[in-house]
């Protein structure tokens, strides 16, 4: 036989000698022929270095795959608790909603029993009741008016009322500030019912500044020019007034006439290029307000 026959030999027996499986003598003629020959030694060494390597390998699959499983089921048990905590939140919502919070009220749903405007303080103070079966005031609120700066809007809440709870139907609330403004109450995105207007509520006072005015301008006609009265109150020059609009009635034989604070006129109106602001305490101080250099003056010749 052969050196290389004899090396073939030996390695097809390497893998059962690394294994231990060879007889005695089998054993021994492996071992004999890798001290003589070097290389079938390095075969060996080769096959023992890669037969090491090839448990680590599959360890390091196996635990790869552990891994990926760990982080799968964490990843669906954050799904699951997300869900979970999303649908209390849903829950806790809908109760709040229905038994706490309340939804606005229809104006029509709420009946005002006294509203009052104290001249001192210059708060309005509004008190109601509501008329629904099963449900109570929640809450009560105000926030000025988005687009009208002399507007307050009113704002009630009702509940659902629990088993055992008190029926809450009646209300009050007071509004600081409320000079020279308006008060109504509202339902979001619904509907509007004005309840106060301070212009309205004093309207002798006005009366008089009206007079006042037509006696400082007998430029002014007062079948003719119509003064309109701008909701809030203005300080020019450290004194508190209100501001009117100027609009003269044209056409023969033309009249005008107040319904409901509404001007009507069979004739045609026309919007003067001036406004008229007049203190609200005496001694007055009348002035103009001219559009074309948007200053006030005490100059009459603007009117024409």
């Not at 080769?46 to 760990?70: H, N, S």
């Not at 799904?79 to 849903?90: F, M, Q, V």
Request: hydrophobic residues 40%; charged residues 25%.
């Amino acid at each position: 036989m052969t050196k290389l026959d004899s090396c073939d030999i030996i390695r097809d027996l390497l893998p059962g000698y690394i294994d231990g499986v060879l007889s005695k003598a089998g054993t021994n003629a492996v071992k004999e022929h890798l001290e003589k020959c070097g290389e079938c030694n390095r075969v060996y060494r080769e096959m023992t270095e890669e037969m090491e390597i090839a448990p680590l390998v599959e360890e390091q699959v196996a635990l790869d795959g552990f891994k990926k499983i760990r982080r799968r089921t964490q990843r669906l048990k954050l799904i699951a608790g997300g869900a979970c905590s999303l649908l209390i939140l849903l829950i806790v919502y809908a109760f709040l909603k229905v038994y706490v919070i309340g939804e606005p009220l229809a104006t029509h749903e709420v009946s005002t029993t006294e509203v009052f405007y104290d001249e001192e303080a210059e708060t309005l103070t509004v008190n109601g009741t509501i008329a629904l079966a099963g449900r109570r005031i929640s809450r009560v609120t105000w926030e000025p008016d988005e687009e009208d700066d002399n507007a307050v809007n009113i704002l009630i809440y009702a509940a659902e009322t629990m088993p055992g709870q008190k029926d809450k139907r009646e209300f009050t609330i007071t509004i600081p500030n409320m000079k020279g403004k308006t008060a109504s109450l509202v339902c979001p995105n619904y509907d509007l019912l004005e309840i106060y207007d301070w212009g309205s509520s004093h309207y002798e006072e006005l009366s008089v500044l009206e007079d006042e005015i037509y006696n400082h301008f007998p430029q002014l006609d007062k079948t003719k020019d119509v003064l309109n009265y701008v909701s809030g109150i203005e300080i020019v020059d450290g004194a508190e007034g209100i501001r009117y609009s100027v609009h003269t009635i044209a056409g023969e034989n033309a009249t005008f006439w107040w319904s409901n604070g509404l001007l009507t006129t069979d004739g045609d109106l026309q919007s003067r290029d001036f406004d008229i602001w007049i203190s609200l305490d005496t001694p007055y101080q009348i002035l103009l307000f001219d559009y074309e250099t948007g200053e006030f003056t005490e100059n009459a010749d603007i009117i024409k």
